[in-house]
T-cell receptor, first 114, second 116 residues
Framework: NAGVMQNPRHLVRRRGQEARLRCSPM?????VYWYRQLPEEGLKFMVY????????ESGMPKERFSAEFPKEGPSILRIQQVVRGDSAAYFC????????????FGPGTRLTVT | AQKITQTQPGMFVQEKEAVTLDCTYD???????LFWYKQPSSGEMIFLIY??????QNATEGRYSLNFQKARKSANLVISASQLGDSAMYFC?????????????FGTGTRLTIIP
């Protein structure tokens, strides 16, 4: 039973480019969460999605960031026109539903903006 | 106010000793969950232990136990017989029921170093 998969594991982008981060939840999980971890900090919630729906995006910056979780395929976190401050580790977590205890985390994508 | 507070930025502990990592939380939700995660230098987040607000007993998982004191709003992680492989960042997190959104709120973490 494969765990949560994220790719790429490391991503380097120049300022102004776009970054696309992918997350494949565990089999049977329909709830996906994205978190961002800045260096030497804890994880901060960004967005919560179910298939084809954004449930809560209260943690997402208002501009340049977007997320989707289509009916087929992985969840995508998209950052347009990246800036140095976007450099961070981005974690995806999945769960089977709202009444389950654990969120299972992926290995994270480390984004570096040069 | 911080929802999750971890007051120990770093700790050094002798191998084989027990260690307690502090965590206090703040919520008005009567139904919540508390989690501890370990983040080794490789960066992944490893789930360690969970405590529900209505659980009568403190959670235990192998060498990990959670000292849950509801009235004090504390959920300290206890690691017995520490090992070199326990050296990592440890994060306390809380889940509140917010209109069905089960997002986690994390503390700032404690960096634990086990000394041989």
């Amino acid at each position: 039973n494969a765990g949560v998969m994220q790719n790429p594991r490391h991503l380097v982008r120049r300022r102004g480019q776009e970054a696309r981060l992918r997350c494949s939840p565990m089999k049977g999980h329909s709830h996906v969460y994205w978190y961002r971890q800045l260096p030497e900090e804890g994880l901060k919630f960004m967005v919560y999605l179910q298939k084809e729906n954004i449930i809560d995006e209260s943690g997402m910056p208002k501009e340049r960031f977007s997320a989707e979780f289509p009916k087929e395929g992985p969840s995508i976190l998209r950052i347009q026109q990246v800036v140095r401050g976007d450099s961070a580790a981005y974690f995806c977590a999945s769960s089977p539903g709202p009444s389950k205890y654990e969120q299972y985390f992926g290995p994270g994508t480390r984004l570096t903006v040069t | 106010a911080q929802k999750i507070t971890q007051t120990q930025p770093g700790m050094f502990v002798q191998e084989k000793e027990a260690v307690t990592l502090d965590c206090t939380y703040d919520t008005s939700d009567p139904s919540y969950g508390l989690f501890w995660y370990k983040q080794p230098s490789s960066g992944e987040m490893i789930f360690l232990i969970y405590q529900g607000s209505y659980d009568q007993q403190n959670a235990t998982e192998g060498r990990y136990s959670l000292n849950f004191q509801k009235a004090r709003k504390s959920a300290n992680l206890v690691i017995s017989a520490s090992q070199l492989g326990d050296s990592a960042m440890y994060f306390c997190a809380m889940r509140e029921r917010d209109f069905g959104n089960e997002k986690l709120t994390f503390g700032t973490g404690t960096r634990l170093t086990i000394i041989p």
